[in-house]
């Protein structure tokens, strides 16, 4: 079954605005990744934020964590068409040995033009 | 640098088949691991590979196996398949096992089973 839980499961904007979703975990991690997936392909790694970290920034991304709260958010700015796609966040816990991934459900974000 | 590379990218199978598929890996990586995607269960673990060894292992029955080889390529083998079976499975290479780094995933090989 899948730990983590996005809000909003699909979010919709217009060109020019923000884009914020939402994560939600339930074990202690190591770190939290956010990932892209456009129409069923691959997922397109957009950002790592460790446990130990509040806030990051790449390009028009920001992502934030609360492992108080356990949950994290990813806003992405001046949104464009192309941003049009899937979002997921994925945690490593910290009780699991090796590389393993536990996803969210997804959000599925259209940008209208 | 090459991203990772998964053969072949959709796959039509009959009930009660197998079928093999790969991956290989960002060359310099040495853990990849294998992900079930359908639109019912979303996306879960099915197993990782680390210097030959499986690492971890997902809630999946016996008829999903995998295995790596020495240059860290991995194959993923679905025996006796159902309809259910049917999904994008994802590959995952990162650069250890438990590093705590980033993972990158490949295109996906979409499975259909009829």
């Known amino acids: 079954s899948q730990q983590g839980e996005e809000d909003p499961q699909a979010l919709s904007i217009q060109e020019g605005e923000n884009a914020t979703m939402n994560c939600s975990y339930k074990?202690?991690?190591?770190?939290l990744q956010w990932y892209r997936q456009n129409s069923g392909r691959g997922l397109v790694h957009l950002i790592l934020i460790r446990s130990n970290e509040r806030e990051k920034h790449s390009g028009r991304l920001r992502v934030t964590l609360d492992t108080s709260k356990k949950s994290s958010s990813l806003l992405i700015t001046a949104s464009r068409a192309a941003d049009t796609a899937s979002y997921f966040c994925?945690?490593?816990?910290?009780?699991?040995?090796?590389?393993?991934?536990?996803f969210g459900e997804g959000t599925q974000l259209t940008v209208n033009p | 640098k090459a991203g990772v590379t998964q053969t072949p990218r959709y796959l039509i199978k009959t009930r009660g088949q197998q079928v093999t598929l790969s991956c290989s890996p960002i060359s310099g990586h040495r853990s990849v691991s294998w992900y079930q995607q359908t639109p019912g269960q979303g996306l879960q673990f099915l197993f990782e590979y680390f210097s030959e060894t499986q690492r971890n292992k997902g809630n999946f029955p016996g008829r999903f196996s995998g295995r790596q080889f020495s240059n860290s390529r991995s194959e993923m083998n679905v025996s006796t398949l159902e309809l259910g079976d049917s999904a994008l499975y994802l590959c995952?290479?990162?650069?250890?096992?438990?590093?705590?780094?980033?993972?990158?995933f490949g295109q996906g090989t979409r499975l259909t089973v009829v």
């Open positions: 074990t202690s991690i190591n770190n």
């Open positions: 994925a945690t490593e816990s910290k009780e699991t040995s090796g590389s393993r991934l536990t």
């Open positions: 995952a290479s990162s650069w250890n096992s438990g590093a705590r780094t980033e993972a990158f």
